[in-house]
Structures are given as structure tokens and as C-alpha cells.
């Protein structure tokens, strides 16, 4: 053998031994990802409602014939897969083909409890919300399976979501999910049905391009006078006087007889409000925010915000203003509200009725 053919062996030898122990490497950071999913006291896998929005992101609501700001969508870091609220128990939930990729399985025989979970943590890598689905052939109802679900499935769903507030989904994250989910069934004796995943994409693309239109958040500014501040307590005791409740996420909620958010008021200022600190806070201004796909009446719930602001504006003795700091009228009020119902009549002809689940959704 001559020196060059020697010396080829080795460069190939050292080419493939890299190869290999860059795999170690990759397979060694999955697995230590998939243990961190499960470690300590976590929500059990899969459909959590989203985040809520990046309170720095505010629209307006300008006096003129001017539509409401749209709302950005999220972005920078790389988006994270969301999680069920823990639930030992399964819950009655069908896949939506409007809005979710599904893709079915059929086993042999029942899946055990550990490989269930091994299938839930793996859907958590995709950056979409994910959900696992079991067929309850007795009760002939599809259930939603958390980490501590257990049942004897022989039929399974796999759903990913086409589109949040993080963007539509895309080809890696797509494709990434039909492999684990091809891998699962191969290892666990099932067969795996997967649509196609072109068109699962472009029906992604067209329906963020509709939620692109109908994103949108109402802002109302109350501000102190010239040179002026509000004290924190003192907000406190108006927003309480207005209907607000404080929450734990720094922001006075106001709330309907079910418990469910309408809208909130947040400090224009860094800080949020929490009780502790309140007594050393001041503020030159207030927002308050609707979320219109996400509340079911957004012109009634304009109307309540308003009447809110103007209660919580007299109590502070500021001003409700829009962006420029224009005192707001009755007309751009009501100007807005036509613009909140045409919103909600475009999300209703969709099939995307505004604060519906659906709604909720793909606006998290």
C-alpha cells in the first residue's frame, strides 16, 4: 500500500469517527432536553393557553378615521411548544382540522404508560402547541391525554397547531413531527397516517395571513396633568372603584361574571403593579388594552373599557387621551367600535368567532 492510500485511510478513518461522535453529541443533548421536560414540577404535556401577550406592545386608538394599530406578532427567541394545565384525568377534546395538522395512529395492542410519555415529551420540541389524542371506543369520544392520563388506546391523534401568534408553522417544524411520529409508531408496532404536508402548509401561510388582518388590541392612555404623577395606592384604589382586579401578572384585569378576562390596565412606566410596592409607586400614565380576537363581544367590551378609563381618569383627576395625548371624544369611540364589529364579522364569516376557543387558539 502506498503512503498516499495510507494516508487517505486515515483522513477517512478520522472523517467518519467525527461524524460519529458528533451523533453521540446530538443524541446526547435530545435526550438531556427530553429529561428536562419531565423534571420537577411541571404542567403535563401539550395545549396550555398561550402566554399572554408582550405587554410592552400597545395599539392605539387615534381620534381620526385611522384603523387600530395591528398588533406585531412575537419574535426574536425561537418559539416554545406550549403545555396542558396538569390533569390526571383525560379530558373530552376533538382534533380541529380548521387549525391543527393531524395525523392518526393505529397500534396492535394498547400503548403503555411509558411509551405515551415518551410520544407527549417529543411533541413538546416543535415550537407549536402539540396535543396527543386517545379513542375512548366505549364512550366514542376522542380524549385528551396529559402525562398522567392512563387508558387503553388503540387509536391515537397527534395534532399540531398551523399558526399562533409566534407565525404560521413551517416546513422544519412539520417535518420534524411526521419523523418522530414515524419513528414512534415504527419502534412501538403502529401504523401512522400523515397527510400532506405541502398543503398543510399553505392552508398554515393563508390562515396567519387572516389572522395577521384580524390581530388586533385597543389602547386607552390615562394620564396625569402636566408635571404631575399618580401614586400607586391611589391608582390601586381607583382601578378597584372602575371594576379592576390585580392580578399576579403586575396587571388590574377587568373581568366578566364568568371570570374571564375583558381587558386589562397596565403602567406606561417598567414597572408592573404589585401590591408590595405599590406604596412606593408613581406614574405619569396608564394603558388599558382590549384583545379583540380574543374576547367574545369586542364592541360591548370597547364600550366597558371606555366608561373604565373615564372612571379611573376622574378618580386620578388625569385625562384619557390617544397616542398623540388628544383627549378622547364620544366620535372616535364610536368610530372604533364600528371598526371592532367589522373585525368580529370577518373572524364570524371565517369560522374564527372572536373569544371562541378556536380564537383563543391561534391568538396565543
Not at 418559539?79 to 390533569?87: E, G, K, N, R, Y
Not at 382586579?245 to 364568568?258: S, V
Not at 366608561?307 to 385625562?319: D, F, K, N, P, R
Request: with cysteine; hydrophobic share 45%.
Amino acid at each position: 500500500m502506498s503512503d498516499l492510500q495510507i494516508a487517505l485511510a486515515v483522513i477517512g478513518l478520522l472523517v467518519i469517527g467525527g461524524v460519529y461522535a458528533f451523533n453521540l453529541l446530538q443524541e446526547r443533548k435530545l435526550r438531556q432536553r427530553l429529561e428536562r421536560a419531565f423534571e420537577g414540577e411541571r404542567d403535563d404535556v401539550l395545549l396550555k393557553a398561550a402566554p399572554e401577550r408582550d405587554q410592552a406592545a400597545t395599539a392605539s386608538l387615534e381620534p381620526r378615521n385611522a384603523p387600530p394599530r395591528i398588533e406585531p406578532r412575537l419574535g426574536g427567541a425561537a418559539p416554545t411548544a406550549s403545555v396542558t394545565p396538569a390533569a390526571s384525568r383525560p379530558t373530552v377534546d376533538d382534533a380541529d382540522p380548521e387549525i391543527e395538522f393531524i395525523a392518526e395512529i393505529e397500534l396492535d395492542k394498547p400503548a403503555d404508560n411509558t411509551a405515551l410519555r415518551e410520544l407527549l415529551s417529543q411533541l413538546t420540541t416543535f415550537g407549536k402547541p402539540a396535543r396527543l389524542l386517545g379513542w375512548n371506543e366505549a364512550a366514542d369520544i376522542w380524549l385528551m391525554l396529559g402525562r398522567g392520563a392512563e387508558g387503553d388506546f388503540l387509536r391515537l391523534q397527534a395534532v399540531l397547531q398551523l399558526v399562533n401568534r409566534a407565525g404560521p408553522l413551517n416546513a422544519p417544524q412539520l417535518n420534524g413531527f411526521c419523523d418522530v411520529l414515524r419513528a414512534w409508531a415504527g419502534h412501538h408496532g403502529a401504523e401512522v397516517r400523515i397527510d400532506d404536508t405541502a398543503e398543510a402548509l399553505q392552508k398554515a401561510r393563508e390562515l396567519d395571513a387572516f389572522c395577521g388582518e384580524t390581530d388586533v388590541a385597543i389602547g386607552l392612555n390615562v394620564v396625569a396633568q402636566s408635571g404631575a404623577a399618580f401614586a400607586g395606592e391611589q391608582i390601586a384604589a381607583a382601578a378597584e372603584a372602575a371594576g379592576f382586579t390585580l392580578e399576579a401578572d403586575g396587571l388590574f384585569h377587568w373581568q366578566d361574571a364568568a371570570g374571564e378576562t375583558l381587558f386589562t390596565m397596565e403602567n406606561q412606566g417598567p414597572e408592573p403593579f404589585y401590591d408590595e410596592r405599590l406604596a412606593a409607586m408613581q406614574t405619569s400614565g396608564l394603558t388599558l388594552l382590549l384583545d379583540v380576537p380574543r374576547v367574545t363581544d369586542g364592541a360591548a367590551a370597547l364600550d366597558r373599557m371606555a366608561q373604565a378609563a373615564a372612571s379611573v381618569a376622574s378618580a386620578l383627576g388625569g385625562l384619557v387621551v390617544d397616542d398623540n395625548r388628544v383627549p378622547l371624544q364620544d366620535a372616535a369611540v364610536a368610530r372604533i367600535r364600528t371598526q371592532v364589529q367589522g373585525i368580529c364579522a370577518m373572524m364570524a364569516e371565517r369560522r374564527i368567532p372572536a373569544g371562541s376557543q378556536r380564537a383563543q387558539r391561534l391568538f396565543a
